[in-house]
């Protein structure tokens, strides 16, 4: 068979693949396309709704009213309390939660048998869902059969309310989300610690420079991305924390534990004002788009700055 010959018999075969790979990196990114659109439909959905009057047990009221429904956000008390209980609850819980998981990360960072049992051990609360966790702490600060409340009143405290009480019920919610969540941030360090070069710290130990020094000029410097990270994936999570304040608390006791998105799902199933629960998610949505953004930035610099190139 000659070679003019070959090339027709092979020349169909190639047109028809041509098409085929011109295709597949469309759907390749097919996935990425379909989550894309899973998010934005719900966000453009709550979007709508928040310009209107829509209540679902008056519906023939239903229509647009532009801004009305942020404006009213404004003048009333309870938006500010529920503002003021979510950024408090926040930087509790992630200033609280990098504290501690960093030092049982630094505790553990020499990579041990010992060292690596107990690293799986404090994973166990993190495996547990949220509400079941907040149900189970639930039981255990019983003020009547809690072994919680048992063993402060060993110490002389009778009658710890916990969470019933307004006076406790921010401590009791902030120690159990600093429960299930704390292995998180401390398995990221943990990582991040043994992923360290070694050669700094070994020329450190053979000058001689005190360990503070090492802390704060060598091993901080280079976590600061996975500190970061932990802390920023903290961040947005605890401003949007339902599950623990709900199941221990429903918001309260009153409004003291009313947060953003137990307030949006009250209004939404209890009081089934549609618009002002889209409001409330739309305003939750800017202000976990500001806080990223100037946590990412101040972090960034802070991170350029300890590498020199500030």
Not at 166 to 184: E, Q, R
Request: proline share 6%; charged share 10%.
């Amino acid at each position: 068979m000659s070679i003019l010959q070959l090339l027709q018999t092979n020349a169909p075969t190639g047109r028809k693949a041509r098409p085929r790979g011109r295709w597949l990196p469309y759907l390749l990114s097919l996935p990425a396309l379909l989550v894309c659109i899973a998010i934005l439909v719900p966000f453009v959905t709550a979007a709508v709704y928040s310009l209107q009057r829509y209540r679902l047990n008056l519906p023939y009221l239903r229509g647009f009213i532009g801004v009305d429904n942020y404006i009213d956000f404004l003048s009333d008390p309870a938006f500010w309390n529920t503002l003021q209980i979510s950024l408090l609850y926040t930087a509790l819980t992630v200033v609280l939660e990098l504290l501690l998981g960093l030092g049982i990360a630094l505790l553990l960072r020499r990579p041990t048998r010992f060292h690596n049992a107990v690293s799986i051990v404090l994973l166990l609360p993190l495996m547990t869902a949220p509400a079941i966790a907040a149900l189970m702490w639930k039981l255990m600060t019983n003020p009547s059969f809690g072994i919680l409340s048992y063993l402060v009143s060993l110490f002389g405290v009778t009658d710890f309310k916990w969470a019933s009480d307004p006076s406790s019920a921010l401590f009791t919610v902030v120690l159990v989300d600093i429960w299930v969540y704390t292995p998180f941030i401390m398995i990221l360090l943990l990582a991040g610690l043994r992923s360290l070069p070694r050669q700094p710290f070994e020329a450190a130990a053979l000058d001689g420079v005190p360990a503070s020094f090492v802390f704060f000029r060598i091993t901080l410097p280079m976590l600061a991305p996975y500190i970061i990270t932990a802390s920023l994936f903290r961040l947005l999570d605890s401003i949007q924390q339902f599950d623990i304040i709900y199941a221990m608390t429903q918001g309260g006791p009153g409004d003291r534990l009313m947060v953003f998105q137990v307030q949006a799902y009250l209004e939404f199933f209890q009081y089934t004002n549609v618009g002002r629960s889209a409001a409330l998610l739309m305003i939750l949505w800017l202000i976990t788009n500001i806080l990223s953004n100037i946590f990412i930035k101040n972090w960034l610099r802070l991170r350029a700055r300890a590498h020199g190139q500030a």
